[in-house]
């Protein structure tokens, strides 16, 4: 059922680096992009969306970089945080469909004071 | 403002038993989704209700069942429980009109 493809598994970053996670899609239908930051024993929470219309969104310190050609998304954190450390999911969905989220697999995050 | 709550937040069964989860919705938020998130994995889509009917179904067998009451919270139930039905199981609530999904913190169903 997995829709969208998520690299790396894992990520370790120093302080103040910026931390890279790239998501690819396969449904041309999909128009919402969204990334979900989730803390151990929490639910997921949204960060940052986008849609197809614009190739890039930022928002603070957290930018979604869009390539609709290639169908591909990625998340930048620039200036990263140990309390940036947390496990980060990619998702797209239909804009009539946009219940049915589909997640990636989801990026562990660890940023090293 | 309450978010997205759910309960209970743990809970553990024996294969073939039958349990029921339950979430009420942000304020505001008349649409409830159900997911469920094995462990180190994405969170995978079971359905949504809206106007107490599930609109939308993910693929997941029928044994996975819901139902959203009047004041929009909404249950989970699973029948014959199996081991691999273990894992985090999250409602999402939201404005029909935007996409933007509020998540609660999940319940994790644990099956032995």
């Known amino acids: 059922q997995q829709q969208v493809k998520q690299s790396p598994q894992s990520l370790i970053v120093q302080k103040g680096g910026i931390s890279i996670i790239n998501c690819a899609y396969e449904?041309?239908?999909?128009?919402?992009f969204p990334w979900y930051q989730q803390f151990p024993g929490k639910g997921p929470a949204l960060l940052i969306a986008i849609r197809p219309d614009v190739s890039e969104k930022k928002e603070g310190r957290f930018t979604i970089s869009f390539n609709k050609s290639a169908k591909q998304f990625s998340l930048h954190i620039m200036d990263s945080q140990p309390g940036d450390s947390a496990t980060y999911f990619c998702?797209?969905?239909?804009?009539?469909?946009?219940?049915?989220?589909?997640f990636g697999a989801g990026t562990r995050l660890t940023v090293k004071p | 403002d309450a978010g997205v709550t759910q309960s209970p937040t743990h809970l553990i069964k024996t294969r073939g038993q039958q349990v029921t989860l339950r979430c009420s919705p942000k304020?505001?938020?008349?649409?409830v989704s159900w997911y469920q998130q094995a462990l180190g994995q994405g969170p995978q889509f079971i359905f949504q209700y809206y106007e107490e009917e599930e609109r939308q179904r993910g693929n997941f067998p029928d044994r996975f069942s819901g139902h959203q009451f009047p004041n929009y919270s909404s249950e989970l139930n699973v029948n014959a429980l199996l081991l691999g039905d273990s894992a985090l199981y999250l409602c999402?609530?939201?404005?029909?009109?935007?996409?933007?999904?509020?998540f609660g913190n999940g319940t994790r169903l644990t099956v032995t």
């Open positions: 999402a609530s939201s404005p029909m009109r935007f996409s933007t999904l509020h």
């Open positions: 449904n041309t239908a999909f128009d919402y």
């Open positions: 304020s505001g938020h008349d649409t």
């Open positions: 998702a797209a969905s239909g804009d009539y469909n946009n219940n049915d989220m589909r």
